[in-house]
């Protein structure tokens, strides 16, 4: 008998996801804001990246502790750091005290969205997994479409930012007054059955198909951090009036995708459909540096925003089908680390390459990335070798 896919505790725990999602996207002005606080210019890049750098390395460590039976204490004390850390960055103006509570915010996010984690593939359905996780991803990305244009409207000024910093704590209060609301599941009384903590991980880590679908989700979101990240700069060079609005173009093809077509994730072969959608994005990407014109960039974003927008929930969704049930959470959570590590491999290629061969070698390291992660969806096999 099939089980439905939106029941309360998957609501609740996709509002405490937007919760968290938008906290994350309304540091978007923070370069403005510290710039207005009159930071020294040296320590404003590492106070930017502090968070994802205390996530990067926190995260792989508390994995193997992060089960069903533990989540909820994780979520609770990831929420009670993060909203400590918001009303400290909203309040400080020194360099060492901004650094520290950019760490902690790092530290509380990544310990809420990896708790979050082992909640959500309980109450996900085998044979919807791949809808589940368009609604999960459609969550994280609906944010970077909404807040940013919102703040062009309302906060002129970058120094409103620390105000806006102080109240959203109350968003990481509101991951806590869902959490009370939350339904408890069968499986958080039952212990981990691994008598190491990494034993899991071991597991994980030596099932080829799992290898293959982290290093698909390395490639995948280092092309896709890599264009993120260039793409004003080569529409600049290139003289394409227009070319802020690629993103905006993909981020709006990307929620179209999971919003009208989810349905269709579990109904063709999850592998075919991502490497088709992987293929599509190196097409587009590959083209970036030949394109002259406003029209030929907006199309080749709605391209990359379609390929992006089905690879993107599918290649976790594969990872929940090959996963053991005990595993699938730690291994979600794996994902996201390979996420993660996708963010900072992509910029870091694209700024050794961009100097050595421009935007031709950049957008082709992309393309070659989405391909080869394509190849990695080949490799991995199906959920039942």
Not at 83 to 91: D, T, V
Not at 234 to 255: C, E, R
Request: hydrophobic share 55%.
């Amino acid at each position: 008998m099939s089980h439905p896919l939106i029941t309360r505790p998957f609501v609740l725990l996709c509002c405490q996801f937007l919760a968290v999602s938008i906290v994350a996207v309304l540091f978007f002005p923070l370069q403005g804001y510290l710039l207005a606080l009159k930071l020294p210019a040296a320590s404003i890049g590492f106070i930017l990246g502090a968070d994802s750098l205390a996530a990067l390395l926190v995260q792989p460590l508390i994995m193997p502790f992060i089960t069903a039976h533990t989540a909820r204490y994780w979520l609770l004390g990831g929420a009670v750091t993060l909203g400590a850390a918001l009303l400290l960055e909203g309040s400080c103006s020194s360099a060492p005290v901004f650094t520290l509570a950019r760490l902690l915010h790092g530290i509380g996010f990544i310990c809420v969205v990896a708790a979050l984690m082992p909640l959500f593939v309980l109450c996900i359905p085998r044979e919807m997994s791949g809808r589940a996780f368009g609604w999960i991803s459609l969550v994280r990305l609906v944010p970077y479409a909404v807040v940013p244009p919102l703040f062009d409207l309302l906060l002129p000024a970058p120094a409103g930012l620390g105000a806006v910093i102080r109240w959203s704590a109350l968003l990481a209060g509101i991951v806590v007054l869902l959490l009370a609301w939350l339904p408890s599941f069968p499986q958080e009384q039952e212990a981990s059955h691994n008598s190491s903590p990494f034993g899991g991980m071991r597991q994980s880590l030596a099932d080829r198909r799992m290898l293959m679908l982290l290093l698909t989700t390395v490639l995948l979101y280092a092309g896709y951090s890599a264009v993120f990240f260039f793409l004003k700069g080569f529409g600049k060079q290139a003289q394409i009036s227009g070319s802020g609005l690629f993103f905006t173009i993909a981020t709006l093809v990307m929620i179209v995708v999971r919003l009208g077509g989810g349905f269709l994730f579990d109904s063709f072969d999850k592998r075919r459909m991502t490497m088709a959608a992987l293929l599509l994005a190196t097409l587009a990407s590959g083209l970036l540096p030949v394109v002259g014109t406003t029209t030929g960039l907006l199309l080749l974003a709605a391209c990359c925003g379609l390929g992006w927008g089905v690879a993107m929930p599918l290649v976790n969704a594969l990872v929940f089908d090959v996963s053991r049930p005990e595993l699938r959470g730690l291994n979600q959570n794996l994902a996201l680390t390979m996420l993660q590590a996708g963010f900072f491999v992509g910029p870091l290629l694209g700024g050794w390459l961009l100097p050595l061969g421009g935007y031709g070698a950049l957008f082709g390291m992309v393309a070659l990335s989405q391909l080869l992660a394509a190849g990695a969806v080949l490799l991995a096999g199906g959920a039942h070798e």
